[in-house]
């Protein structure tokens, strides 16, 4: 079974600095997607970025990017030029190949973006 | 489109009641799944349907829990009777077949037993 995990329960950064985030997941798979979401209090689900395994290089939308390490499964999220409306949870999440199977979700991580 | 439709958005009832959580998906879309999320937990699969059929109730915590897909159009999520620790936020989420990494999600319930 596949699992995600990510280390850092919270989190914060000063507004204006970078943060990264990061997630590590356990797969026998060779395709997969990796995700991130971000729930702000609102609860709305968000996705922030999405990568496909047998991609290279690494997503980036606007100031997010990630840090794709398909040897080491490892998956980081980076906020640029952090943003007080980016306080929220993030959670990475992992999906097989075959775009049938449901996402599974790490725990999460609580970011706070201080003024 | 209105998006996934989820209600309650917030459900307060004493330990011991019946609770029965609503969800309408996107329409034309074929996967219907339920999540939980707690702090302690994150968010997890409870169970997922295809075309109004479950497919994976394995994430299902203990016979109190039953979910329902009589058509394409809604499902509910039932807790009885209710324990307080059964406290979440129950999100439902739909997808085209093949295409499950664009997962649209409803806006949640908040569950709280008392």
């Known amino acids: 079974a596949q699992t995600v995990t990510q280390s850092q329960p919270e989190m914060s950064v000063q507004e204006a600095e970078t943060v990264t985030l990061s997630c590590t997941y356990d797969t026998s798979e060779s395709n997969y997607y990796l995700f991130w979401y971000k729930q702000p209090p609102s609860r709305q689900m968000i996705l922030v970025i999405r990568q496909e395994a047998y991609k290279q290089q690494n997503a980036t939308e606007n100031r997010f990017s990630v840090n794709f390490q398909k040897a080491a499964k490892s998956f980081s999220l980076k906020i640029s030029d952090s943003q007080l409306g980016d306080t929220a949870m993030y959670f990475c999440a992992f999906m097989t190949g075959s775009g049938n199977t449901p996402l599974v979700f790490g725990k999460g991580t609580r970011l706070s973006v201080i003024a | 489109d209105a998006g996934v439709i989820q209600s309650p958005r917030h459900e307060v009832t004493e330990m011991g009641q019946e609770v029965t959580l609503r969800c309408k998906p996107i329409s034309g879309h074929d996967y219907l799944f339920w999540y939980r999320q707690t702090m302690m937990r994150g968010l997890e699969l409870l169970i997922y349907?295809?075309?109004?059929?479950?497919?994976?109730d394995s994430g299902m915590p203990e016979d109190r829990f039953s979910a329902k897909m009589p058509n394409a159009s809604f499902s509910t999520l039932k807790i009885q009777p209710s324990e307080p620790r059964d406290s979440a936020v129950y999100f439902c989420?739909?997808?085209?077949?093949?295409?499950?990494?664009?997962?649209?999600f409803g806006s949640g319930t908040q569950l709280s037993v008392l």
């Open positions: 349907f295809n075309n109004n059929v479950p497919i994976d």
């Open positions: 989420a739909s997808s085209l077949a093949g295409r499950n990494e664009k997962l649209f």
